[in-house]
């Protein structure tokens, strides 16, 4: 029984290792930062805390927020009434991301006519993250 116990310590031990190393990795801001993803509407925001409580809980770097598919009242939509109740309802939660995370990094990116798919679209989303970071500098 004893040889079978050290067997098994010893096969443990090296994923312990690993897991150990990974969870150093995770604690550490110089390798790892969480970027949390959200919309404002009271779901994401409500899940959106948890996580952040979450990753505090377990020591892993988070003070960055994108918030994405925001509805902003452009000119072809400032007439329109479903518009406008969208905006309403998304500014509310939008402030409420402001008070809740004022330490936060919060990038807020507008709703596209289309889905972000493939290299080409991460790619034109990526430039929009970097535009939208330009204009609060």
């Known amino acids: 029984m004893g040889l079978i116990l050290i067997k098994y310590s010893k096969k443990l031990s090296r994923p312990k290792k690993t897991i150990d190393i990974v969870n150093s990795q995770f604690q550490n801001p110089d390798f790892t930062t969480f970027v949390c993803v959200a919309i404002p509407e009271f779901l994401s925001l409500f899940e959106t805390e948890r996580l952040v409580q979450a990753l505090t ?19 072809d939509c400032k007439d329109c009434k479903k518009c406008q109740a969208r905006w309403r309802i998304q500014k509310k939660y939008l402030d409420q991301i402001e008070e809740l995370y004022d330490d936060f990094h919060v990038t807020k990116c507008p709703i596209l006519p289309q889905e972000v798919r493939g290299k080409e679209g991460l790619e034109s989303f990526g430039k929009i993250l970097v535009a939208q970071e330009e204009t609060k500098n």
């Open 57 to 75: 809980k377990y020591e892993i770097d988070t003070h960055n927020i994108v918030v994405n598919q925001i509805h902003f009242l452009d000119e």
